[in-house]
């Protein structure tokens, strides 16, 4: 009697995890997940640092330097469209670097032994900014050695500037990250979890015998978590100014709209969450996939992109915290306008709408099949 008991427990939990497909694939996919995530991700290697050389000197000495770097993987000569200046390659985030070699930069190599080069480097992404100047001076090491046969000492000298986070303080690379990853995923959860909630609770059966319509509805849940979502966003960000002392160089009122469009994407991918699962731990399970894991690995939060596998780099053009980093770090640490940001601003406004769009649809499927 014992042992059929204890078997029909055994019977009955086995019938309880089968009986919710879609958390089982979930907890099956969050951890592959991962592994490819960590596995392809987890690199601090970066490759293919876009540069613009200037060379003032014009001599051999000054493009057999430029060949140096131009041979080098770890960067990418960029060319300075016409009219185009060192400052607008930097806010718009064409060059991650600048090199400037001087006029007298062979005369000084040939009457001293040494010479130098001025280096501007964006500092709005500390970790790319050191890696950076690592990789700037591998290729000089490399240029003294074949200059004299030694790298030690160097021939040329390194006097790198940074734009934009002149101390390289980790804060101001993080906290607009940190930003763009808890808005998304507070504003996923809230949707998610409580339309789902309501669905468990059955509370949600008496929206059918209301005269409202899907679009009503969808409109109807996201305002208030849109106010609310908002204030948590911009709570943040006040922490972050007040406790690590980020700057905000730009427009804070155009820093407040893309905000609220930040945050009317993860709802909107929130509701769209909760149209596509029927309980709350596979609505919060999703949502966490949907929202952390992407915007860790795959927005430039912590990974530089350009050193994925094409594949990840493929599908980063989906993640919305990829755009919104652009946008946060280049108001508040480029004072970026919205000319700058058209694109990624244009690219909040297509998930946004495309979100509302595929959850209007579904809950109208949804009302019209339970009329039906």
């Given at each position: 009697?014992?042992?059929?008991?204890?078997?029909?427990?055994?019977?009955?939990?086995?019938?309880?995890?089968?009986?919710?497909?879609?958390?089982?694939?979930?907890?099956?996919?969050?951890?592959?997940?991962?592994?490819?995530?960590?596995?392809?991700?987890?690199?601090?290697?970066?490759?293919?640092?876009?540069?613009?050389?200037?060379?003032?000197?014009?001599?051999?000495?000054?493009?057999?330097?430029?060949?140096?770097?131009?041979?080098?993987?770890?960067?990418?000569?960029?060319?300075?469209?016409?009219?185009?200046t060192l400052r607008?390659?930097?806010?718009?985030?064409?060059?991650?670097?600048?090199?400037?070699?001087?006029?007298?930069?062979?005369?000084?190599?040939?009457?001293?032994?040494?010479?130098?080069?001025?280096?501007?480097?964006?500092?709005?992404?500390?970790?790319?900014?050191?890696?950076?100047?690592?990789?700037?001076?591998?290729?000089?090491?490399?240029?003294?050695?074949?200059?004299?046969?030694?790298?030690?000492?160097?021939?040329?000298?390194?006097?790198?500037?940074?734009?934009?986070?002149?101390?390289?303080?980790?804060?101001?690379?993080?906290?607009?990250?940190?930003?763009?990853?808890?808005?998304?995923?507070?504003?996923?959860?809230?949707?998610?979890?409580?339309?789902?909630?309501?669905?468990?609770?059955?509370?949600?059966?008496?929206?059918?015998?209301?005269?409202?319509?899907?679009?009503?509805?969808?409109?109807?849940?996201v305002l208030p978590?849109?106010?609310?979502?908002?204030?948590?966003?911009?709570?943040?960000?006040?922490?972050?100014?007040?406790?690590?002392?980020?700057?905000?160089?730009?427009?804070?009122?155009?820093?407040?709209?893309?905000?609220?469009?930040?945050?009317?994407?993860?709802?909107?991918?929130?509701?769209?969450?909760?149209?596509?699962?029927?309980?709350?731990?596979?609505?919060?399970?999703?949502?966490?996939?949907?929202?952390?894991?992407?915007?860790?690995?795959?927005?430039g939060f912590i990974?530089?992109?350009?050193?994925?596998?094409?594949?990840?780099?493929?599908?980063?053009?989906?993640?919305?915290?990829?755009?919104?980093?652009?946008?946060?770090?280049?108001?508040?640490?480029?004072?970026?306008?919205?000319?700058?940001?058209?694109?990624?601003?244009?690219?909040?406004?297509?998930?946004?709408?495309?979100?509302?769009?595929?959850?209007?649809?579904?809950?109208?499927?949804?009302?019209?099949?339970?009329?039906?």
């Amino acid at each position: 009697m014992k042992a059929s008991g204890f078997t029909g427990i055994i019977i009955n939990e086995f019938h309880h995890i089968f009986r919710d497909p879609q958390t089982l694939a979930i907890l099956f996919l969050l951890p592959l997940a991962q592994i490819v995530l960590f596995g392809y991700a987890l690199s601090t290697d970066i490759k293919s640092v876009p540069i613009e050389i200037t060379d003032h000197d014009n001599s051999a000495e000054s493009r057999a330097l430029i060949r140096q770097f131009t041979g080098s993987t770890f960067f990418k000569l960029v060319e300075s469209p016409a009219g185009s200046t060192l400052r607008s390659l930097f806010q718009k985030g064409s060059v991650t670097a600048a090199i400037i070699i001087p006029q007298n930069f062979s005369r000084m190599l040939a009457r001293t032994g040494q010479s130098h080069i001025a280096v501007i480097i964006d500092g709005s992404d500390a970790i790319r900014a050191e890696t950076s100047t690592q990789y700037i001076t591998t290729v000089l090491q490399k240029y003294s050695a074949a200059v004299r046969g030694t790298t030690v000492p160097f021939p040329v000298m390194l006097r790198p500037v940074y734009r934009y986070n002149s101390g390289l303080s980790s804060p101001y690379f993080f906290v607009p990250g940190l930003t763009a990853l808890i808005i998304i995923m507070i504003s996923a959860l809230l949707t998610s979890l409580t339309i789902t909630g309501e669905k468990e609770n059955g509370t949600f059966e008496l929206i059918k015998l209301s005269p409202v319509g899907a679009a009503d509805v969808i409109l109807g849940k996201v305002l208030p978590y849109l106010c609310l979502s908002f204030i948590i966003g911009v709570f943040i960000i006040v922490c972050g100014r007040i406790l690590f002392t980020v700057p905000i160089y730009g427009s804070i009122i155009l820093l407040g709209s893309f905000l609220i469009l930040y945050c009317l994407t993860g709802l909107s991918f929130g509701i769209l969450i909760s149209t596509l699962v029927q309980s709350r731990l596979s609505a919060m399970m999703l949502s966490l996939i949907g929202t952390m894991l992407p915007t860790i690995f795959l927005s430039g939060f912590i990974f530089q992109i350009n050193s994925m596998p094409v594949p990840l780099r493929i599908l980063s053009w989906i993640v919305p915290a990829k755009y919104f980093l652009i946008i946060i770090r280049g108001i508040m640490l480029k004072g970026n306008t919205l000319y700058e940001l058209r694109f990624p601003a244009g690219m909040l406004c297509l998930f946004s709408l495309s979100f509302l769009g595929l959850a209007v649809t579904r809950f109208r499927l949804y009302l019209e099949n339970d009329a039906g």
